[in-house]
């Protein structure tokens, strides 16, 4: 009987690359083709880049690392994180460490519906084009269930039409219709894009004016994505910081992001650290999921925090994150980037939703990591460390000697540039 699966594995940081990757891909039973795309030499190919975009010369990458640790609604998961960024990683697989001790991450997502957007000018009877466009819904629905069959037949398709009135813009009142699409598994932008366009011809016969913008929004409010976790008092203690001290911290540092914008920026920043990372990992379109959470943080009309945090029963710690997750594991990249495909398949999702609530839970566990960190003895203690080996190898450091300059310049508390230089002058000198 094949071993049951886990996500935790102690020490993960002491092992090579190598010895990772084969603790990862026996974990996930990856076959030697999906190890190989996630090392990156099965990765994507200049010839399938070139197809993908523009004027291509090259390939860019980043550092592909796993966190470690994740219970999401009772399963265990490996995470895929792609990102630049020191401490982001780590700080996923600790906070998903502390989480574990109260049942892990629960989360859940709404149906995968999408939004697209028509704008209907020079409507010459505004009230009688919104009575028709109510009267024509089935028929409109219909026609947008011809564009894409196979997600018709999957399941999905168009659910609904809503018709809003814009009275006052610079370009004088219009109509606004959303077309309300379920895209199953897939992000769904394209779909949606070319049922606003089909639709068009059929919605300036009913209303008599003028189709102008067909496209999807990202404020993917109906798709929305929530996980929870909490935090026993007694997980949440480490040296000098009692559990209760360290969650009253947490609660303190929420409630500045939760009142001011300028806080809720940086905030929401630490989330999508972690929620970004998954994206690109899994060949997603960030910039779609980034420009929908900061939209959906504003949704009262003032910027405020994604996350919610609580002292709970018996002086635990209870987080909340919820935000539009507009997530697919089929369409876009995610089929075409082979690490992304076998990011996929590591997680062991099936369904977008599935990925979405993984995802959520990443975004909850690296919003945990910033604010246990700022509660209590500040972000730079633990940052540092990681810091000063990139600040190392931007120096020429290479091998053994980045530890060693990191180490020097973390111990002297002067991590810059000038320093790392200085040092590696002395070192080829002694040399
Ligand atoms: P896509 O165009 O590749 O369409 C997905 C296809 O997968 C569908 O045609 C569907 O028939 C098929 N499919 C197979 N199995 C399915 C399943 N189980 N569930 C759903 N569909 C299934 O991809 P897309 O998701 O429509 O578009 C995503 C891409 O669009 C991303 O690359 C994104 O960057 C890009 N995009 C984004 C925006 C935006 O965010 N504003 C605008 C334009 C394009």
Request: glycine share 10%; hydrophobic share 45%.
């Amino acid at each position: 009987m094949p071993p049951k699966p886990t996500s935790r594995l102690q020490g993960m940081y002491k092992l090579s690359p190598a010895e990772r990757l084969a603790w990862v891909s026996r974990a996930a039973q990856m076959d030697k083709v999906e190890s190989e795309a996630l090392r990156g030499d099965r990765g994507l190919s200049l010839d399938q880049a070139d197809h993908m975009v523009e004027n291509v010369v090259g390939i860019f990458g980043l550092p592909l690392g796993i966190a470690v640790n994740f219970l999401v609604n009772g399963r265990e998961v490996l995470v895929p994180m792609a990102i630049e960024e020191p401490s982001v990683v780590a700080g996923a697989s600790f906070m998903a460490k502390l989480a574990r001790d109260g049942g892990g991450f629960l989360a859940e997502t709404t149906e995968p519906e999408m939004i697209a957007q028509m704008q209907i000018l020079d409507v010459p009877d505004i009230a009688e084009a919104q009575q028709a466009l109510i009267e024509a819904k089935p028929e409109v629905l219909a026609q947008a269930n011809l564009v894409d069959p196979l997600i018709t037949e999957l399941g999905g398709g168009a659910r609904d039409l809503e018709v809003r009135l814009l009275e006052e813009t610079p370009a004088g009142p219009m109509l606004v219709v959303h077309l309300i699409f379920d895209t199953r598994d897939a992000m769904g932008a394209n779909t949606l894009n070319t049922a606003a366009e089909r639709l068009s011809p059929m919605l300036e016969a009913i209303t008599r004016g003028r189709v102008h913008l067909r496209i999807l929004s990202n404020l993917a409010d109906r798709r929305l994505a929530k996980a929870t976790c909490r935090i026993p008092s007694e997980s949440l203690a480490f040296g000098k910081f009692s559990g209760e001290l360290v969650g009253k911290g947490i609660v303190e540092a929420w409630a500045l992001a939760a009142a001011d914008p300028y806080r809720a920026a940086t905030h929401n920043k630490g989330i999508m650290n972690g929620v970004d990372s998954v994206l690109i990992a899994t060949g997603n379109d960030w910039r779609a999921v980034e420009a929908g959470a900061h939209a959906y943080a504003s949704r009262s009309g003032r910027y405020t925090s994604l996350s919610r945090w609580r002292t709970g029963e018996g002086g635990s710690l209870e987080g909340t994150l919820e935000m539009p997750m507009a997530v697919g594991i089929v369409g876009g990249a995610t089929q075409v980037h082979p690490t992304a495909k076998a990011c996929v398949t590591l997680m062991g999702v099936q369904t977008g939703r599935e990925l979405a609530e993984v995802i959520v839970s990443v975004g909850l566990a690296q919003n945990l990591a910033a604010l246990r960190a700022l509660g209590t003895e500040g972000i730079q203690r633990g940052h540092m460390r990681l810091h000063a080996r990139q600040v190392a190898i931007a120096a020429g450091a290479e091998g053994a000697v980045i530890e060693r300059l990191a180490r020097v310049m973390v111990e002297e508390g002067t991590v810059r540039m000038d320093r790392a230089k200085q040092l590696m002058a002395e070192l080829n000198k002694s040399n």
